[in-house]
């Protein structure tokens, strides 16, 4: 009776400092938000050098197994860590010099060539409509009314983008400061990695001490799903980006499309954007292309649909396979919900985080109802 009454103590004493919790937040709603930001702020490098911890364990993973792995010499033993994150820094390190030296100019030049050509499109377009409008009054009064030449166009669909985008696609906030976190980052992240069996028995512990067994057993449950989830996201859709890259500027040079070396790259970017990227990346092209040859536009949206077919059924279900685990409606409303609320990082990683929940659910779900069936009987 005694324990009883001691349990039941506790969970009003939980119960009450929960709901005074809530009310404070409730009431002092804004001043909560203030702390919170400035909280953001200061752990800002150290949530970024878990994120580079994470990605960078992926490459210390394939490399230590690869460096001299049976080897019993002590040197050997001792110095694989730190050769292998070492190996995984230099890696990140030449896939971005690539990506300045060769994509970014690139990108930068389609970006150029776009801005220049687009105002003259899209006049030559209201021309088109209003010149095939007779037939339809309204039709014809809407696009009388755009008040708007080219050059206005293209400047409210970049603000639309970077409100979207919650502004990402500018540089935000000053290139020193920027430097000195991502600096606090990797050196975070370098410690995290040369430690991560001992954080890890660390963690155990704290988790036996203050958890019960199933929720521990839950939470590692969780943590496991998330990992194989984003890992086997990360490397999958990086995978098929460059794929598909390289199959789209080989297919446009044979093909002799304009700016095969410009549009082939921002293809390959935007299909880091799962389901929307390709097709992005292939608007864009057709709004490059257009300013040059309309049949080679429409020509060049027919290549981009073969090879999305060809990509979709052959190429994807080998390299990404199941990694993602989530039917199209729920990736779709990810990438939509995630560049909203958390710009680009939300567009990366919303589909990898609401994989995981889906995931769990589902396994949950099913278990429930393997439960109530057995019950019934």
Sequence with gaps: MINDEGKKHKSIIKAIIFIGLVLLIVLRFN?????LGKLYIVIAPLLLGAVIAFVLNILVTVYEKVYFPGSRKKTIIKSRRGVCILLSILTIILVLIFFLNIVIPQIAQFVTLLIKGFPAVYEKSLEWALEHSDDIPVLQQ?????NMNGEDVLKKSLEVLGNWTLGTVSFVGSAFGAVINLIL??????YILAGKEDLKSKFDKLFKAYMKEGRRKRLYEILNTANETFSNYIIGQC???VILGILCTIGMVVLR???????GPVIGMTALIPMLGAYIGAALGFLLIITIDMMQAVLFLVFIVVLQQLEGNLIYPKVVGESIGLPGI???AAVIVGGGLMGI?????GVPLIATIYKLLDK??????SYMKKNKK
Excluded: Q
């Design 31 to 35: 001043d909560v938000i203030d702390i």
């Design 142 to 146: 809407k696009v009388k009314d755009l």
């Design 185 to 190: 980052a990797l050196t975070f992240s370098i």
């Design 239 to 241: 995978k098929e980006a």
């Design 257 to 263: 499309f304009p700016y095969a070396k410009i549009v």
């Design 330 to 332: 729920w990736v779709f």
């Design 345 to 349: 990082p939300g567009i990366l990683f």
């Design 364 to 369: 949950s779900v099913n278990e429930r109802l």
